[in-house]
């Protein structure tokens, strides 16, 4: 027999899954780190070009919009996987994700972070918070743990496939330096945590001083609880010589990995060989992680600064560019008619025609393009591009 509560308590069980979730300290950390980020982004936008390129604070969007939907399926196959964590896997995600968002700046990786986590509930079973948790339970689940991490790091490892899908997509900050030959080169940054919500069973006696208040049923001879987890995927990468619409690209290899993790879930569940699939699945990490790293080494997508036109680094949406067809890669040779070499050329070009510009534009596969695009009226100026400044000593104007 199943049974979770009675119906007169349904919302009220719902506002208590609905608080654990939000007042967890990885999700109240993942917010100070965002906007931490957030902020600092602006602040660095602002020291470089003079203005930010956008204002708000995207990386709170991203947050918590572009995880929900793959929480949503994560959270349906894993109940239908039956994926049980113990409270001793429970508090080592809790304590290394939160050492990972301290670190989230210098090193991110979810497969390195998941696999940690199962590794540790594995060797150290027995660290758990007096009075809160019951030990008596992980014997009955320790042989899951193994399997049932490795099932959420295949679901996490899948989410990811899918945050690449989006890539085209993200705003990211443009970033410049000096170059290695001379001159100057411009980079970015994919700093990004993403909440997905990750809906897992839990024996129902692992909770102690929860019985009460807290909703638990029976699934056969065995008692359990459903807890909602914020999962938290992170994205940290630097392109140097890739553009983000690039990175869509990763999505088959991520995607792959999935398959192979879930396998090997299947493998330590089934073939009682769980130590094994954690070292297999450390291997498959460890491959991914360097797959990443060609991939990024070998792109050919340098954003050098331009002898003869002005380089696009950005465009800022809802603007005259992005109507007209810009994007990052592009460089700007002539407006309207007359070639630009410096940002202070091309603003006065287009300021002795106050409401449209007619662009040659030379892409990243060196074809030559035309964008025209009326412009507005009491700003001439503001098309939404953002390009390198004209010297390290100035700064750009919003052009």
């Known amino acids: 027999m199943v049974y979770l509560f009675y119906p007169q308590y349904e919302v009220v069980i719902l506002l208590k899954i609905i608080g654990f979730f939000f007042f967890n300290p990885v999700f109240l950390v993942a917010i100070c780190v965002i906007a931490i980020s957030g902020y600092r982004r602006i602040q660095q936008e602002r020291r470089q070009f003079s203005i ?36 001793n896997w429970l508090v080592w995600y809790v304590l290394i994700t939160l050492l990972g968002l301290v670190c989230f700046t210098a090193f991110w990786d979810n497969g390195i972070l998941w696999l940690l986590v199962a590794g540790l509930a594995w060797f150290k079973p027995n660290l758990v918070l007096p009075g809160f948790f019951n ?11 193994i399997p049932s991490a490795l099932a959420i790091a295949a679901l996490g490892l899948g989410a990811c496939a899918r945050l690449f899908q989006k890539m085209p997509q993200l705003e990211l900050s443009p970033k410049i330096k000096n170059a290695v030959r001379g001159g100057r080169e411009a980079y970015y940054a994919v700093q990004r945590l993403y909440l997905m919500p990750l809906i897992l069973l839990v024996p129902g006696d692992a909770f102690p001083m929860l019985k009460g208040w807290w ?60 130590g094994l699939s954690l070292i297999l699945g450390a291997v498959l990490v460890i491959l991914l992680r360097g797959y990443v790293a060609r991939f990024l080494a070998k792109g050919t997508s340098h954003l050098l ?31 309207n008619g007359q070639p630009v070499n410096s940002q202070a050329q091309f603003y006065e070009v287009i300021q002795a025609s106050a409401t449209f510009v007619s662009l040659r534009v030379k892409t990243l596969h060196q074809d030559i393009k035309l964008a025209e695009t009326a412009i507005y009226k009491d700003s001439p100026h503001e098309l939404g591009i953002i390009t390198f400044p004209d010297s390290e000593q100035t700064h750009q104007r919003r052009i």
């Open 52 to 87: 930010a390129i956008d204002s708000h604070f995207l990386e709170a969007r991203s947050f918590f919009k572009d995880g929900l939907f793959v929480g949503l399926i994560a959270s349906v196959v894993s109940l239908l996987l039956g994926i049980v964590v113990d409270n």
């Open 305 to 335: 600064q331009p002898k003869a036109g002005i380089q696009v680094l950005a465009v800022q949406k809802g603007t005259p560019a992005q109507k007209a067809g810009l994007t990052a890669g592009d460089v700007v040779l002539s407006a």
């Open 215 to 274: 909703p638990f049923f029976n699934l056969g001879n065995q008692r359990f609880t459903i807890l909602v987890l914020p999962l938290i995927l992170g994205l940290n990468l630097k392109l140097n010589r890739r553009l983000p619409a690039e990175l869509t690209q990763l999505q088959r290899p991520f995607m792959l990995a999935s398959v192979i993790m879930l396998g090997l879930a299947f493998l330590g569940l089934r073939g009682q060989l769980p």
């Open 135 to 145: 030990d008596t339970i992980i014997a009955p689940v320790q042989g899951a743990v």
